[in-house]
Nanobody
Framework: VQLQASGGGVVQAGGSLRLSCTASGPTFSSYAVGWIRQAPGKEREVIAAISRSGDNFYYADSVKGRFTIHRDNAENTVFLQMNSLRPDDTAVYSC????????????????????WGPGTQVTVSS
């Protein structure tokens, strides 16, 4: 599966962005998907993940209550709605996928994922 993240940009603190992860190739609905970000000088972290079934979610503490992940299998797309953005959300955001061991599994570390797409830059100004 090939993945492409889009929707990044520059936004003021308190603003919102919606990122899209669009897949091509085999059926995207078969994959668990995560959003991973990497800020300058920091390690990659999984900030949100969604199960293959679409009804199980993971959010890092740093984004809980502000970000929402959901998937539209008909469009082969997973979305990340980001609200109340802060300057420390500035990072390159990538999406990644893997075949899950169980339909409701979510994966919370970058090494769990097999397929990666190029990232999109999100910059939040103060």
């Amino acid at each position: 599966v090939q993945l492409q993240a889009s929707g990044g940009g520059v936004v003021q603190a308190g603003g919102s962005l919606r990122l899209s992860c669009t897949a091509s190739g085999p059926t995207f609905s078969s994959y668990a998907v995560g959003w991973i970000r990497q800020a300058p000088g920091k390690e990659r972290e999984v900030i949100a993940a969604i199960s293959r079934s679409g009804d199980n979610f993971y959010y890092a503490d740093s984004v809980k209550g502000r970000f929402t992940i959901h998937r539209d299998n008909a469009e082969n797309t997973v979305f990340l709605q980001m609200n109340s953005l802060r300057p420390d959300d500035t990072a390159v955001y990538s999406c990644a996928a893997r075949t899950p061991g169980f339909v409701r599994y979510v994966y919370t570390t970058p090494r769990d994922y097999r397929y990666w797409g190029p990232g999109t830059q999100v910059t939040v100004s103060s």
